[in-house]
């Protein structure tokens, strides 16, 4: 793309990034605040020690301020001012998607700004890593004037010195992939974190919605001097990496290469997608190789034309080589080549595709407006923190769509998560079967195959030529749907058969059945129950009386599954199961109308899913299931025994029904070194990152489990090296049981961290909510990689910062 054609592209944007300014702001105007005088306060930031201060605070922000007192600064004033610090800091926060940082320096353990009545001079300070800034009252006061006379704009300074703080350093900070010395001197380096301490200041006020002030000028005029650094580069044509970008100063005056970076981060946020561009640009900066030294200005180049191509979703070769004039290796752009191909990354627009605003909407269900969005809207529920697991018919989206060849279509949406408590939905596809939907948890535009926890990672749907309805149900309030779309991938059965609940299209080969306990027919006692922390939210049982049924007596309370399998054979019967307490944790069970079973379930108030058994007959049931139609029938036992699930998987081999006996299975080997911690001891398990990790006698199973304890970040916790465990291209089974110490969290979660040719990646394998009750987490992947696999860690952490988690029978099978 020619300088010419790029830049027109940038104005372009430039006027939809503005329009985008004026239509949503994140600042909303003043809030409530407390006031308390003549507090002592450390001023530890600026080194001034301990002060008598006055504390302006809400319930998320606290500005300290040296020597004043409640009548220095007008009340409404400070209002203002406060919110919009804590605007800032959460606009910070969606930007990074870094969350939960530590405080450097807190007034009752809120954020605190500390304005000293002198900062060493200095215009202000602050630390990476650690939420806390410092700036003079000789900057402050000036800009609550501002404020105070209605100019609600914030000071650079003070968005210069935040960033800061969500900027990752040190060993595994983004200097270890970005940054280079310049002119052959280990002194005069190339930090991108001040090109991020100025431009973000751009993208952060769009975001609120406010004016910005630099000593004087403003939001235009510090715009178009980056502009115009930028373009002395592009204009000259003599001008390269090596002669600028490689140099601690502008050839054209006194000013470092940071200047340069700026600009053309801010070229970028205009050009290539504004704030969501921004946000995937940030998961991308340590998505590389490291650098092997400081002077390696090949890989530094190579991992930025990598970044941002991934982040715009479109190969940015011409605009790396043509237009900065920088040297890109063919590795680099053939990963890329490989990754998004010529047409780009960006979002594809194959297939059927529904935009969510054409749903026809019930209850709490609205429609929302925002640029970024496909066709610039939306559909959510208002945020306030809420979650629906009961009479969720009532607020739904019904979404309808024509296809106009049957097939087999892969189901895909494009979601927007605004924080980890507003990440799922519940979807249905025509009458199938209600499940839970959990959608990434990026504050961006992103499209993801939809799935069904625990169930399917990637949605197939074989559907008829003509009218379908997806019905999407509001689980956490909050989360957005921008879009559907459905992409052919095969023939199917032409709709003949739903793929869930084991009616796959019938290829005579046996596949795993699932049956949710709420798709049953019910006779007599057994109702339908809700719980978020049952599969698909839903269970079965029969009011506990303290009674059970024996003999004939239990033929009148019963619950008929009838299925279809894909394929004849034998298969081995699970069931997910909830005992209130030990008088109610049993059921029988029939299939296809042969020998009733005594299924004993476990006696513990969680759902966990378990081989089902014969009481004093055999410890797993495997039953002989016919191509087509099969029934199971679940009868009231104990009366308050809850069911949840039921899964039927084929074992190897098949006698065709006949009641022939299957070969016995190959054992299975556990991969993972002392996943059960009998040993008592961690080794080789180690604390990834900076919390620790011990033994603890709260265990599962057995008398040792792993404890993750001193977690400042939610991504705190244990890990194992696997790389001489895994290979590429094979497929394993994951199983680890987790809970919290105490509380409650959105998730603790499983995730696997491999390094290949194109650098680092990150794969997530399974998550539950996080409570005080053992739950499993189960996945099955397989193992991918670009050129060889250098490295792989099992990680698993997720629950919020501060909290513990406990981890025991963690178990890696190939399959």
Known sequence: ???????????????????????????????????????????????????????????????????????????????????????????????????NLSLNGSYKGLPTIQIPRDNNGAGGLAAHGVFGLSVGKGLFDPFHDRVKAGDISIDQVWLYEMNRNFYKTGSNGWNAWIDWACDGNNSNYGYWTVGFNNAAAFWIVDDLGVGLYYFGSRYDKFRADHKSELNKYLDNTSYNFDNVWGTSKLPWRNGTINTLMSAVLLEWYDALGGKPFIQRLYQQLDNNPRLSNRFDHQTARDNWYRAVSRASR????????????????????????KELGNGGGGEDDSGIIVQAEDAKLYGVFTLGSDSAASSGQYI??????SYYDKNIEANRAEI??????????????????????????????????????????????????????????QVDLDISAGKHTVTVYVREDGARLDRIRLVRIGEGNGGADDPIGGTTPDDGKPSTITLEAESATLTGLFIKGSDSKASAGGYIYSTDANKYYEGTAKNANRAEFSFNATGAGSYQLKGTAYAIDGGADSFWIQVNGGDTYLWDTHDQPVYLEMDVNNRGVADQIEVDLSQGQNTITVYVREDGARLDQLRLIPLEGDNGGDNGEPPLP??????????????????????????????????????????????????????????????????????????????????????????????????????????????????????????????????????????????????LIER
């Open 314 to 337: 479109q190969d940015q070769r011409d605009y790396f080589e043509k237009t900065l004039r920088w040297s890109i290796s063919s590795a680099a752009k053939s990963t890329i080549q």
């Open 1 to 99: 793309m020619n300088n010419i054609v790029y830049r027109s592209l940038v104005l372009c944007c430039l006027l939809l990034s503005l329009s985008t300014h004026l239509q949503a702001a994140r600042y909303a105007g003043g809030v409530p605040i407390n006031i308390d005088q003549n507090v002592t306060f450390n001023f530890s930031i600026a080194s001034q020690g301990n002060r008598t201060a006055t504390v302006w605070y809400s319930n998320n922000m606290a500005i300290a301020i040296e020597g004043a007192t409640a009548s220095t600064y007008d009340r409404a004033t400070m209002e203002k001012v406060v919110a919009l610090m804590a605007a800032s800091k959460a606009s910070f926060e969606e930007f990074t998607g870094i969350r």
């Open 666 to 811: 190959e054992p299975e080997i556990n991969l993972i070194n002392n996943g059960d911690f009998e040993s008592a001891k961690i080794s080789p398990w180690v604390a990834a990152y900076t919390g620790t990790a011990s033994v603890t006698s709260s265990a599962y199973s057995g008398n040792y489990a792993l404890i993750s304890k001193n977690r400042t970040e939610w991504f705190h916790g244990p890990k194992q090296n696997v790389l001489s465990a895994v290979q590429v291209g094979k497929t394993y089974q994951l199983s680890a049981m987790v809970r919290m110490v105490s509380g409650s969290s959105s998730k603790i979660e499983a995730r696997l961290l491999t390094q290949d040719s194109s650098g680092h990646t990150w794969h997530k394998l399974g998550q539950v909510t996080g409570s005080t009750t053992w739950q499993q987490i189960n996945a099955e992947f397989t193992v991918q990689a670009t050129g060889s696999l250098n490295n792989a860690d099992l990680y698993l952490f997720g629950p919020h910062a501060g909290s513990e988690f406990i981890v025991d029978d963690v178990a």
């Open 400 to 457: 309808t769509f024509t296809a106009s060849q049957a097939g087999l279509y892969t189901l895909k949406g494009t979601t927007y998560a605004p924080n980890s408590q507003a990440d799922s939905f519940y979807i249905k596809v025509n009458d199938g079967t209600l499940q839970v939907w959990d959608i990434n948890n990026t504050s961006y535009y992103e499209e993801m195959n939809v799935n069904y926890r625990n169930e399917a990672d």
């Open 380 to 385: 959510h529920s208002e945020y306030t923190g």
